[in-house]
T-cell receptor, first 116, second 112 residues
């Protein structure tokens, strides 16, 4: 079974530029998560989708971050414009569902973003 | 605010040593507690998941315990090996549909 795929693996941009990350979850997984992991910290949930609907985006900086999962499968996370403090690893995870045993999350390798 | 704290932040041990990683959480309402491993440049791999009704889980050389009353979980690694070197993260889920709240991780180095 293929795991969660993410691209690109690394990205270096200058501040005020835009960047987009892509995630393809495990086939059949209805729930998709984007996390931000700043160096030395644990992952922080940015947004959670159930199929193509947003379940939780309470910690997403909506003035600059956006995410979509239009067909309920793969997802993109965009930052526009980027700030220095956005430098982090962006992790995508997926799970079968949201409740009980179905919400065990499987993580992708992450995209490491460096903002100069 | 729900917080998860891990101590120590970093640990370096010689090969063969038994060790304990600590995780504490401020909210005693807990659905489950999960331990992950993160290797450099890679995502998170789930190691052990303890439901609120359980006190411990074991997998090979790993044993995780949960004490809800004190808000603590420990990950015990027996006979450590250099291949165990990684960052270990604990994460708390408050309800069956709740999100994971992660600690900041413990960086473990096992030297030959």
């Amino acid at each position: 079974e293929a795991g969660v795929a993410q691209s690109p693996r690394y990205k270096i941009i200058e501040k005020r530029q835009s960047v987009a990350f892509w995630c393809n979850p495990i086939s059949g997984h209805a729930t998709l998560y984007w996390y931000q992991q700043i160096l030395g910290q644990g992952p922080k949930l940015l947004i959670q989708f159930q199929n193509n609907g947003v379940v939780d985006d309470s910690q997403l900086p909506k003035d600059r971050f956006s995410a979509e999962r239009l067909k309920g499968v793969d997802s993109t996370l965009k930052i526009q414009p980027a700030k220095l403090e956005d430098s982090a690893v962006y992790l995508c995870a997926s799970s079968l569902g949201m409740r009980g045993a179905h919400n065990e999350q499987f993580f992708g390798p992450g995209t490491r973003l460096t903002v100069l | 605010k729900q917080e998860v704290t891990q101590i120590p932040a970093a640990l370096s041990v010689p090969e063969g040593e038994n060790l304990v990683l600590n995780c504490s959480f401020t909210d005693s309402a807990i659905y489950n507690l999960q331990w992950f491993r993160q290797d450099p440049g890679k995502g998170l791999t789930s190691l052990l998941l303890i439901q609120s009704s359980q006190r411990e889980q074991t997998s090979g050389r790993l044993n995780a315990s949960l004490d809800k009353s004190s808000g603590r979980s420990t990950l015990y690694i027996a006979a450590s090996q250099p291949g165990d070197s990684a960052t270990y993260l604990c994460a708390r889920r408050g309800t069956s549909y709740g999100k994971l709240t992660f600690g900041q991780g413990t960086i473990l180095t096992v030297h030959p």
